[in-house]
């Protein structure tokens, strides 16, 4: 049973850091992209980065660029999302998302086959 789990979320004041976790189960990380996107109230969901994780290639919105840094750990099966220098629009419910032999890399959500059930992140002063 493939499931992803996200932890880390918070409340942090502006220009901040969080580290998000996604937590694979029920498959290896090899041969997926995994993607990171979020959602604040009252707004579609976006897309923030995502990762192949075989060959290690990334891709950030340009909204994150800079800020964010998405990174793998196979051994733990766990793909990461470093923030920093928080801001305020940065406030959503952010979730991890998966799917496998995907050509390329991609933020269209639609793409993606497997979801987790989301983390929360305020940034607020």
């Known amino acids: 049973q493939v499931q992803l789990v996200e932890s880390g979320g918070g409340l942090v004041q502006p220009g901040g850091s969080l580290r998000l976790s996604c937590a694979a189960s029920?498959?290896?990380?090899?041969?997926?992209?995994i993607g990171w996107f979020r959602q604040a109230p009252g707004k579609e969901r976006e897309g923030v980065s995502c990762?192949?994780?075989?060959?290690?290639?990334?891709y950030y919105a340009d909204s994150v660029k800079g800020r964010f840094t998405i990174s793998r750990d196979n051994v733990k099966n766990t793909v990461y999302l470093q923030m920093n220098n928080l801001k305020f629009e940065d406030t959503a419910v952010y979730y991890c998302?998966?799917?496998?032999?995907?050509?390329?890399?991609?933020?269209?959500?639609?793409?993606?086959?497997?979801w987790g059930q989301g983390t929360q992140v305020t940034v607020s002063s």
């Open positions: 990762i192949k994780t075989n060959v290690a290639r990334t």
């Open positions: 029920g498959f290896t990380l090899d041969y997926y992209m």
């Open positions: 998302a998966a799917v496998r032999d995907v050509v390329g890399l991609t933020l269209h959500d639609r793409t993606y086959r497997y």
